[in-house]
């Protein structure tokens, strides 16, 4: 129910877009965020985007990505710039709705130094 494009290999200082969509059977959505888990790692939350426009960034990304919708395609989005080495990581969109979470099947984004 949940698809994220946009990953793929960059160069330290690239740029990548992701986007993941929802389907049309999620409904009453609160919540749409981005987490990533590095290889030999927790998986942790990057960004999150509430339905009223408020936002929030780990430490670790803030000033470089930001998380953007399209609320008629039910579409999150997460540009990410002046990428590093230690973004390298399989990121994966999470939906957060009034009836269930969703998680969705992750990119990787591979940054070489």
């Known amino acids: 129910q949940l698809q994220a494009f946009g990953g793929g290999l960059v160069q330290t200082g690239g740029s990548l877009r992701l986007s993941c969509a929802a389907s049309?059977?999620?409904?009453?959505?609160?919540?749409m965020r981005w987490y990533r888990q590095a290889p030999g790692k927790e998986r942790e939350w990057v960004a999150s985007?509430?339905?009223?426009?408020?936002?929030n960034y780990a430490d670790s990304v803030k000033g470089r990505f930001n998380i953007s919708r399209d609320r008629a395609k039910k579409t999150v989005y997460l540009q990410m710039n002046s990428l590093e080495p230690r973004d390298t990581a399989v990121y994966y969109c999470?939906?957060?709705?009034?009836?269930?979470?969703?998680w969705g099947q992750g990119t990787l984004v591979t940054v070489s130094s």
């Open positions: 999470n939906i957060d709705t009034v009836y269930k979470n969703h």
């Open positions: 049309e059977r999620i409904i009453g959505i609160k919540v």
């Open positions: 985007l509430l339905m009223n426009g408020d936002n």
